[in-house]
């Protein structure tokens, strides 16, 4: 028999970062079976349901190369199929008619609560054999089992066993005739042939209820797996504090990815000690099975650590877009003919990617390279004057550079490096003395990669144009 996997998310926010995991686990759980994965979008709850959330699943899924095999399913384009079964199930007497108020059914939890009893529907409709009245209020309820037991093996839990006196006559279709969502996800199950339910553990209550729908349908049992939930450092529930909400955000962030893929199946599940998977390497060894049965701890760090390296050791041309993303998220466009003339953005890459965490850092980073004029801040024109009262002779060689460079021929970085390194000597100063102001005058910055590199992709007219202003602020700051 083929496996059939489904995502099925609802689309009444961000696609978070569990939801994520969730679709990413079904996916490799698929692909390792030979399977596929259908992704079905849960948009029964029509006051919350938007397009906009639509969209945010499927560009997350899609950014992520989580490609399902079947879909997008709506559920609203089903509604008539759900009143087929609803008829049914009613005919064959699996169903009743309940005509009981909002008002009883708010005063019966009540005494259950004092009581200390678990809340539930009575069956006070269950025998009255009610048939719907257009004058009349109902809802449709199944008739769960009076006796016995629900039991299944979940695949990351273990045996799981649930007394039918445990369980409600669930509503089937609401008073407006709207179905419900335990009966829209048994429905769609049993129709699109899903084997295996891969979702969060918050659903395992939800399990016994659709088993006995399945099994009044004369359906077959899925296999379940019910994985944990994820959690922030401090053990509490993922939020936006421990990081970003929607996964689209890390994207913005400058998130690679594999590098989330990587991190997400590791939140949970491990192959020995092994930190660096490839796609291949995680659908060959991925097993449900092993997913780890306690709650695993998000680690922002851990995920730029993994982002990092993908960045640093990945191929170039797989971060060429999404990071003229990222310098068009900063209002600089490389594909503008002005901008195609600079700094080689292969060269970029190759001098940024050992030093940054994302691409959104990268791109900050290098802003140097496209700006026509560099702003120098009051704290760095501070840090110059503390530098250039130490050692008077600073001011003497960055001119003495300033000339130099103008006559040389060859701007590469091995020439720039050559000219620094003869002014730093003639005028019996350390190297990093001239870097630190000269860092300051060509970038705006304090840090920077090899400055020799740096002023070889800035390009020789630029930093001429840059140092000469850098002096001019001297000479009017007093420095």
């Known amino acids: 028999m083929s496996i059939i996997t489904r995502f099925a998310p609802s689309p009444t926010g961000d696609l978070h970062i569990g939801s994520v995991r969730t679709a990413l686990y079904c996916w490799l759980f698929a692909k ?14 029509l006051e919350r349901s938007t397009k906009e959330s639509v969209n945010v699943i ?11 095999d079947e879909g997008p399913f709506f559920q609203t384009q089903r509604f008539a199929r759900y009143t087929e079964i609803a008829e049914q199930m009613l005919t064959n007497n699996q169903a009743y008619y309940c005509s009981c108020s ?27 054999n009610l048939k719907k009245s257009p004058s009349a209020s109902y809802v449709v309820r199944f008739k769960n089992p ?12 273990g ?46 209550s939800n399990t016994p209820k659709q088993i006995n729908l399945l099994t009044a349908l004369d359906a077959p049992i899925p296999n379940y797996a019910h ?11 993922l939020s936006k504090r421990h990081g970003a909400s929607s996964v689209l955000e890390y994207e913005k962030m400058g998130i690679l990815p594999h590098a989330l893929i990587n991190y997400l199946a590791r939140l949970g599940w491990s192959h020995k000690d092994q930190e660096i998977f490839s796609i291949e390497e995680l659908i060959n060894f ?20 993994l982002n990092h390296h993908y960045i640093a050791n990945g191929d170039i041309n797989a971060l060429i877009k999404p990071l003229k993303n990222q310098f068009l998220e900063l209002g600089i466009d490389l594909d503008l003919e002005q901008n195609q003339n600079k700094a080689d953005i292969n060269k970029i890459i190759n001098l940024q990617r050992k030093r940054v965490k994302t691409l959104q850092a990268m791109a900050i980073e290098s802003t140097c390279f496209y700006q026509d004029h560099i ?40 020439s720039i490096h050559t000219v620094l390194k003869n002014i730093a000597e003639k005028f019996n100063l350390k190297f990093s003395e001239i870097a630190i102001p000269l860092r300051i005058f060509t970038t705006g910055k304090n840090q920077t990669p090899s400055i020799d590199q740096v002023l070889e992709l800035i390009g020789k007219q630029q930093v001429l144009t840059r140092i000469t202003k850098g002096l001019n602020i001297c000479v009017s700051e007093g420095l």
Request: with cysteine; hydrophobic share 40%; charged share 30%.
């Open 102 to 128: 909002k008002e009883r059914l708010e005063n019966l939890r009540t005494k259950q609560l004092e009581a200390k009893q678990k809340p539930k529907y009575d069956g006070l409709c269950r025998e009255k």
């Open 159 to 204: 045996k799981v066993k649930i007394s039918n006196t445990e369980l409600d006559d669930l509503i089937l279709l609401r008073s407006d005739g709207s179905p419900t969502y335990n009966f829209t996800v048994v429905i769609d199950d049993f129709d699109m042939k899903i084997t295996d339910i891969i979702r969060g553990e918050d659903h395992i």
């Open 375 to 414: 702003n120098i801040t009051k704290e760095d024109l501070e840090n110059l004057q503390n530098n250039l009262k130490n050692n008077q002779q600073i001011t003497a060689s960055l001119n003495a550079l300033l000339v130099e460079l103008k006559i040389l021929t060859i701007w590469d970085a091995t």
């Open 32 to 45: 390792k079976n030979h399977g596929k994965m259908i992704l079905r979008i849960e948009d029964t709850d």
């Open 227 to 237: 994985i944990p939930m994820i959690l922030g450092a401090d053990g509490s529930r």
């Open 286 to 305: 991925f097993d449900i099975k092993t997913v780890h049965k306690s709650a695993a701890i998000f680690n922002l760090d851990k995920l730029l650590w």
């Open 146 to 157: 009076l006796t016995g037991y629900v039991e299944f093996d979940d695949l990351v839990r």
């Open 58 to 68: 499927l560009n997350g899924l899609t950014w992520l190369n989580l490609m399902w």
